[in-house]
């Protein structure tokens, strides 16, 4: 599905059709979390939860950097 950025105030947005709302069981007001993938952005239902966990998984990464980077090898 193709989708525009357009202005929002000050800001830019992407406006999600209705169609797409209803496949998503999403309503206006509700929460995303976009995640990076290799494959590009991925959003889904925001889940405090995982928001939590995503925090620390990004510190730990951020903070072992350079320790991952020799694992990975």
């Known amino acids: 599905m193709r989708l525009k950025i357009t202005t929002v105030g000050n800001s830019a947005g992407v406006i999600l059709p209705k169609e797409l709302l209803t496949r998503l069981r999403l309503e206006k007001g509700d929460e995303l979390h ?12 925001y889940d405090p939860e995982l928001a939590a966990q995503m925090e620390v998984a990004e510190s730990i990464m951020r903070e072992d950097r350079e320790v991952l980077h020799k694992l990975a090898q």
């Open 34 to 45: 976009a995640f990076e993938t290799p494959d590009g952005l991925r959003l889904t239902i």
